[in-house]
């Protein structure tokens, strides 16, 4: 028997991301092969971005996936997110030129506020929620606040592309494959103040510290590089990651609610205290998926340095809830 859709709002659909991402969920790689879905798209009210919109729609419409039930335009969060299972929030305003970050933090509070009440009142009551759109902790959480009567679990963040990029160079430095490494984790923040840590991986089975036994690499070129991924790949390409982004947002989603099989991943979820991380900021933690649930890896012990680097993506992270407290 045929399953009942399941229906995925995206924002920015019709960006970069979405252009990344749209056709991999509609060919079952986000929900399963076996999961027929409905695409509830959101632009900007903007002609040109609702013309762009068509388009996408239109080649979607080509690819005739047999997955993909039904694509409806949407310039309003209202109507884009009825009955909503999955929102995948990727839209957001850019910083545009002389734009501080207070100005940046103020406009995203404005989206992500409106799309948060719009949650609220239309979606699924256990709509699940990921954050792509920068900053994405502090989107997610203008959401989760905006959202009383949803799960406050239910919003998360996007710090998969890091753990991905964590996984990646660990994998080069050590010289195993990908798929061999377990245990990573990203800590906090989707910005360059992100911790990524390696001390609990293993690298098929053998303790990741003692086959790359090299601090000076992990502290200044592993955490650096991780951090700085995002800016090398626009200097690179004179674009920031699209289809990387949308690989992880694939990732996310997919082991969120299909399981991570005992893996550990990373999430930015609302904090339930642990780690010494107050309560209900989202924040890069290690998480283990199942049945649609997520559960964060506690008890991990923390030492010095990880303390202080975890404590400065926090810092960071308060500084950005404080600045936007005023319109919540
Ligand atoms: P883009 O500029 O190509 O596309 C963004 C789209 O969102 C545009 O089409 C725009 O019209 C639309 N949009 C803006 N405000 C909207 C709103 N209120 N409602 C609906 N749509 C809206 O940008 P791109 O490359 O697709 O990136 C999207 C976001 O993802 C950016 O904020 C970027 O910084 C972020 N990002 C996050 C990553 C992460 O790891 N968390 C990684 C890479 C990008």
Redesign the pocket.
């Known amino acids: 028997m045929t399953k009942p859709a399941m229906r995925v709002a995206v924002?920015?659909?019709?960006?970069?991301?979405?252009?990344a991402l749209l056709f991999r969920i509609a060919s079952g790689e986000m929900l399963g092969k076996d999961q027929p879905v409905i695409l509830q798209l959101?632009?900007?009210p903007?002609e040109k971005?609702q013309k762009?919109l068509k388009g996408v729609i239109m080649e979607l419409e080509d690819c005739a996936f047999p997955l993909l039930q039904e694509v409806t335009a949407h310039s309003d969060?209202m109507t884009a997110f009825k009955d909503a299972d999955v929102a995948l929030l990727?839209?957001?305003?850019?910083r545009g030129p002389g734009m501080e970050r207070k100005d940046l933090l103020t406009v995203n509070a404005q989206?992500f506020t409106?799309?948060g009440k719009a949650l609220n009142a239309v979606a699924s009551r256990n709509v699940k929620v990921l954050?792509?759109?920068?900053p994405?902790n502090t989107n997610a959480y203008i959401a989760m606040k905006s959202a009383p009567d949803l799960p406050a679990r239910n919003f998360t963040?996007?710090?998969?592309?890091?753990h991905n990029r964590a996984l990646s160079q660990l994998a080069a430095k050590a010289g195993c494959a990908v798929g061999d490494i377990e245990k990573l984790i990203v800590w906090g923040n989707?910005s360059p103040t992100m911790y990524p840590d390696y001390r609990f991986a293993t690298l098929a089975g053998k303790p990741a510290l003692s086959v790359v036994n090299d601090d000076e690499w992990n502290r200044n070129v592993f955490i650096p590089t991780v951090g700085k991924r995002?800016a090398a790949i626009i200097d690179a390409r004179g674009?920031?990651?699209?289809a990387?982004?949308a690989n992880?947002a694939i990732d996310h989603v997919r082991d969120w609610i299909l399981g991570s099989n005992g893996k550990w991943v990373t999430m930015g979820v609302p904090s339930d205290g642990s780690y010494g991380i107050p309560e209900g900021i989202i924040y890069g933690v290690p998480v283990i998926t199942k049945n649609g649930e997520y559960a964060v890896v506690k008890d991990l012990e923390i030492d010095a340095f990880s303390r202080e680097r975890m404590d400065l993506t926090l810092k960071e992270l308060t500084e950005e809830r404080d600045g936007v407290k005023h319109l919540l």
């Open positions: 924002t920015g659909a019709a960006g970069q991301i979405g252009y959101l632009e900007i903007d971005a762009a969060p990727v839209g957001a305003r850019p989206i409106a799309q954050v792509v759109g920068n994405a963040a996007m710090l998969r592309l890091d989707h995002g674009l920031s990651s699209a990387s982004a992880a």
